[in-house]
């Protein structure tokens, strides 16, 4: 019965997991490099998880625990799995003979539920480095290394240096970016398109780019915005709204370090009905021919001048609690401004 | 006084209305300017009406200690100023690596004063430097309106919005001796020399330009604010196709004097032609050049070869160039761009990879109550300023245009600059209020009324003669009809006008005039109570330790103990080293075996805490702690990790829960050392973060307490000297206490420093 093993082994070659559990952590080590060759980061379940860490081991484990799927709403998590894929798809391919001793793998929380129970985690993503128990390059902690996501997500760049630090003496493949030719194709095809529509249209188009009024809304525009605080929440990514706890909207933040994206585009709406205002006032009034009509228009304008003067006093009180100054119509503190972040 | 300047605004359009006469009107003129001078001067003065006359914070105190410097050893000895006794043990090179224009101005004035048998003190010209600038640049801001419009009002009023404006009293104050104080005059005052020498094309003012952007260099690292301004000006002219000699000469003259005035200062150096944030002004030099050549060859040549030429030469030389830049930045020979400013286009930068700037306040963005704080009812003039540029659209009004949106840009992105925002805020606003004002204003006499009705009915009257070339002039100017509008809003802009006084006096008074090295503070009855913790520490400093005591610190407070206490640091506010400032970092976050080591090698005698704990004094230590980790951890990954300053439910804290790695921190120790003994067992608790701490304080082994102030914000510890036994501190300090002996270790025999 010579052709029983034979076999055996191409029906446990799908199972190769399987047949590494027995075995010791360097044919383990070459069963996970062969796969995570073919597909890197390596896609982990619980029991293969079990398996890739278990304890003897020679070699280094990095697993990002995630939790891919929308309805977990991860941000995180999505916004970090394209740099973690760059990061060890350039760490395999620049590592073939596993070398460095390092695999990386991804356990999704649908596949490894029992894993994040058993890890008692509350939050994703989470990324361990199992450092090898035994060989050459062993450390006498056998607890994982945690990366630290308090930064946002991190570039693979950073995750890059994180690995090296506590790897050292293996060599460490770049980070490779690969051309996204496709996109520089269609860049270029459409910088080419736009390119020869603007010149194909440029009569028409010419007037518009000349046009003062145009120029003028633009900068207008451009002011407002970056007056009105939009770089500080381009920078600092603040929520465009946020609950005041009662089931409500809250939509001024408080404290005068602080403001919240509906906040920012109010103001700037705020300021740019007052600077409307004054510049019907001040040149569009006096243009008018018609008593009854100039009448009316600065009438209008005026109040719509104190009005919103009034309305920005007191946005302001409410995120400067000791201002002093007011007017009328706005003169109690209207806008409820919760103390609690 | 203040209030005065913002209601004398209207009687004064009245007068220059009355006064025909040319004289009367410039009489008024320099009346008015005086009075917006001697107002921009006075509202500075509160702190040292309400301290004394005192340096601020923590830069002036460097400035004024190059100062005295500079006055006791003369000039050449300042220009080769190694200063040994900052950034101990490796000193610096102070002389080459600051900017001078402040401290020689103070010197000239001090020196003339002197010729003049004027006795004056060098500190009361330092603390009164920046307000007496203030008074010039508002007469810097009259100037550069009077270019942009005919009406004369708009000067007076940004000369008045100028001296009153928090967001440049912010850095002028009475005692903010620092760079800015006099750097706010000199960039208004460059941009008028600009603009006069742009419409003039004269190389005269092209060369004054050049000489005040030297000046500019010499005082602050702002000036590439100019250096990028103008550049940016002169291209946009050039696309609207406004190239004109009169641009070729203005640009090329202050370009070529006022790069090599820039050289001249040695911290500047050969940067102009180096860095990226000079690199625009280099490259619309040359393409002005290019223009200038082109202009000339059509016209000497016929067109049809002339676009034939266009084309070749234009794709050569931008090639060539685009070569030339790769090149040069490949080899090394420019530098990329600085951190400081890479992190004004790449707002995440910063945060990742440079925690010393992200670290300082300053550098943050600006929120929007921010910008109504500093700027008021300003904030809304400016736009509608603006668009009223938008109308005559000559080179002048370009460069508002531009100036407003590149500023608003930066002051969008980085607190500090607010400051560079506030002249062009105060110059729009001021052509939008004026218009305004003028328009409403003008029935206010009666004889004034009739001259207009006859003139708004001919469509002939002066105003509408000077704007009938405006685009949008699809109608004549009329004027206004009834008294009715015009008294409804001359009366709400005065009210408005006198809440932006109101308010810029409220602000000055109440978030811009604190030294911050004296606090104060309301007692129960209302009468203000001096916390003096800071200068009474430092004095302890000056009085009891050796002369060359090092002291160690975190870095904001270098200047102020170089200046104050006349000790040596290890670092200070000239933050040139990262890794010394690492090391100091380290040193506060490591548990007291790792401490002590670097604290020995860098023979620090002192070491000096800021604790706001018992006051509620949230400047302190403990809050800027997570900087010091997050920088040492920048340089030191393995030993300092921010994580292990957190409880594992990442929470900050100082209380019982705090966790090991913080409560082992020598920076926790030295803060808490003692501090639960101050009050009944149990009650312990600090006023700052709202912890009650255990009752049981942290042990210092090798510290001891030296000094604490009076309200225990400065708190100074004394580096013990080894053990004479060759015990270490923790073995000694336990072995004291079992015994309950209290046994001053003497100072004796040779002593050998242990070796990690």
């Known amino acids: 019965m010579r052709w029983l093993p034979a076999l055996l082994s191409i029906v446990a070659l799908p199972l190769g997991s399987f047949a590494a559990k027995s075995s010791s952590s360097a044919s383990r080590f070459q069963t996970f490099h062969t796969q995570a060759v073919s597909s890197s980061p390596l896609k982990l379940s619980d029991s293969t998880y079990k398996k890739l860490t278990s304890a003897p081991r020679d070699y280094a484990v990095a697993v990002l625990l995630t939790a891919l799927d929308a309805k977990y709403g991860c941000q995180l998590c999505t916004a970090f799995q394209p740099e973690w894929e760059v990061l060890s798809k350039s760490w395999t391919k620049g590592d073939k003979k596993g070398e460095s001793r390092l ?184 243009r008018t021919k018609d008593n009854n009509v100039q009448q009316i228009m600065v009438i209008a304008w005026g109040i719509v001048l104190t009005v919103m003067y009034s309305f920005l006093l007191s946005v302001f009180r ?12 706005f003169i109690v503190n209207s806008i409820s401004i919760p103390n609690s972040i | ?51 004394e006359s005192i340096i601020h914070e923590f830069d002036p105190w460097f400035n004024f200690r190059a100062t005295k410097y500079l006055v006791a050893n003369g000039f050449y000895q300042f220009w080769d100023w190694f200063d040994d006794r900052t950034w101990h043990p490796l000193g610096r090179v102070t002389g080459g690596t600051l900017y001078p224009g402040l401290m020689v101005t103070s010197g000239v004035i001090y020196h003339l004063l002197r010729f003049l048998t004027v006795p004056v003190d060098i500190r009361n010209i330092c603390v009164l430097l920046a307000p007496a600038f203030s008074g010039l640049t508002a007469y810097a801001a009259y100037l550069l309106t009077n270019e942009m419009t005919t009406s004369s009002s708009a000067g007076l009023l940004a000369a008045a919005f100028m001296g009153i404006t928090p967001g440049y009293i912010s850095r002028s104050v009475a005692g903010s001796y620092d760079n800015e104080a006099i750097a706010i005059f000199l960039l208004v005052f460059t941009f008028y020399l600009w603009i006069k020498a742009l419409k003039l094309g004269s190389v005269l003012w092209g060369a004054l330009c050049a000489l005040f952007y030297g000046y500019m260099v010499a005082s602050w690292g702002g000036y590439a604010f100019i250096t990028c301004l103008v550049p940016l000006h002169a291209f946009v002219l050039v696309c609207m196709g406004r190239f004109s000699l009169r641009l070729y000469v203005a640009y090329t003259t202050w370009y070529a004097l006022g790069t090599l005035a820039s050289m001249q200062i040695p911290f500047v150096g050969f940067l102009p032609v180096r860095t990226s944030e000079h690199m625009p002004a280099l490259g619309i030099f040359g393409f002005l050049q290019l223009v200038a050549f082109l202009e000339y060859v059509r016209s000497a040549v016929p067109s049809r070869q002339f676009q034939t030429f266009l084309y070749i030469g234009l794709g050569g030389i931008f090639g060539a160039g685009l070569l030339g830049l790769v090149g040069l930045t490949a080899g090394g020979y420019i530098a990329p761009w600085s951190g400081r400013f890479y992190s004004l286009w790449d707002t995440g930068y910063a945060k990742i990879h440079i925690p010393i700037i992200a670290s300082v306040s300053e550098h943050q963005p600006t929120a929007w109550p921010a910008f109504f704080f500093d ?382």
């Open chain 1, 103 to 286: 695999i990386l793998s991804t356990l999704d929380f649908a596949e490894g539920r029992d894993t994040f129970m058993s890890l008692g985690l509350q939050t994703a993503p989470v990324l361990f480095l199992f450092q090898p128990t035994t060989g050459p390059h062993a450390v006498p902690n056998p607890d994982p290394l945690r990366f630290d996501f308090a930064n946002g997500p991190p570039s693979a760049e950073q995750v890059h240096d994180w690995l090296a630090r506590h790897l050292p003496d293996r060599p460490h493949p770049a980070v490779y970016r690969p051309v996204n030719y496709v996109r520089w194709a269609v860049s270029t095809v459409s910088v080419l398109g736009v390119l020869g529509v603007v010149f194909k249209l440029s009569p028409y188009i010419l007037p518009i780019i000349q046009n003062r009024n145009v120029w003028a809304g633009l900068s207008l525009i451009g002011i407002l915005l970056f007056t009105s605080g939009h770089m500080y929440n381009q920078i600092r990514k603040v929520p465009y709204v946020s609950g005041d706890g009662r089931g409500g909207i809250s939509y001024f933040a408080a404290g005068f370090q602080s403001q919240y994206g509906l906040e920012t585009q109010i103001i700037a709406f705020i300021y740019g009905v007052l600077s409307f205002a004054t510049i019907s006032l001040a040149m569009k009034a006096p």
């Open chain 1, 318 to 329: 409410g995120k400067n609690g000791g201002y002093p100054f007011k007017l009328p119509p």
């Open chain 2, 1 to 51: 006084m203040a209030v005065a300047e913002g209601a004398r605004l209207t009687p004064v359009e009245l007068l220059v209305s009355l006064g025909r006469n040319p004289t009367t009107k410039t009489l008024l003129k320099i009346i008015i300017l005086v009075l917006i001078a001697t107002a921009a001067v006075a509202s500075r003065l509160f702190s040292v009406i309400r301290f």
């Open chain 2, 375 to 756: 700027l008021n009812m300003l904030i809304w003039l400016f736009p509608a300023g603006v668009y009223m540029c938008f109308q005559k659209l000559e080179d002048e009004h370009v460069f508002i245009i531009v100036y407003a949106l590149f500023g608003s840009y930066f002051a969008g992105v980085m607190v500090r600059l607010m400051l560079t925002l506030t002249p062009v805020v105060c110059v729009a606003a001021a052509i939008a209020a004026s218009q305004l004002l003028d328009t409403y204003l003008q029935y206010k006499s009666p004889e004034v009324v009739d001259n207009k009705e006859e003139e708004s009915t001919d469509g002939t009257s002066k105003k509408s003669s000077k704007q009938s070339t405006l685009r949008s002039a699809s109608q004549p100017v009329v004027g206004i009809y009834t008294v009715l509008s015009k008294a409804f809003i001359a009366g709400a802009m005065t009210v408005f006008l006198l809440i932006f006084v109101q308010h810029c006096t409220w602000v000055t008074s109440n978030a811009y005039s604190s030294p911050s090295v004296v606090l104060a503070s309301r007692m129960p009855d209302g009468s203000q109570h001096i916390i003096d913790d800071y200068r009474e520490a430092y004095q302890w400093l000056r009085q009891n330790t050796k002369e060359d005591a090092k002291i160690m610190s975190w870095w904001d407070y270098g200047y102020q103990i170089g200046g104050m206490a006349d000790r040596p640091t290890l670092v200070d506010n000239n933050t040139w080293n990262n890794t010394h400032i690492a090391t100091v970092g380290k040193a506060m976050s490591s548990r007291e075996e790792v401490a002590y080591p670097i604290m020995r090698q860098h023979e620090v005698d002192y070491v000096l805490v800021v604790f706001g704990g018992l006051l509620g004094y949230s400047g302190d230590d403990i809050n800027k702690f997570l900087w010091m980790v997050r920088i040492a951890e920048g340089i030191w990954p393995d030993e300092v990790k921010e994580r292990d300053f957190f409880t594992p439910r990442g929470e900050y804290k100082v209380d019982a829960d705090a966790s090991e790695t913080m409560k082992n921190s020598l920076m926790y120790k030295m803060s808490y050392h003692n501090y639960a003994s101050l009050f009944p067992p149990g009650q312990a608790q600090d006023r700052v973060r709202g912890a009650r701490l255990p009752d049981q304080s942290p042990v210092l082994n090798s510290l001891e307490e030296a000094y604490t102030s009076e309200n225990w914000i400065i708190r100074i510890y004394k580096v013990k000297d080894l053990d004479n036994v060759g015990r270490d501190h923790a073995a000694a300090a336990s072995f004291e206490r079992g015994h309950k002996k209290k046994k001053a270790i003497k100072k004796r025999g040779p002593r050998v420093l242990r070796v990690e």
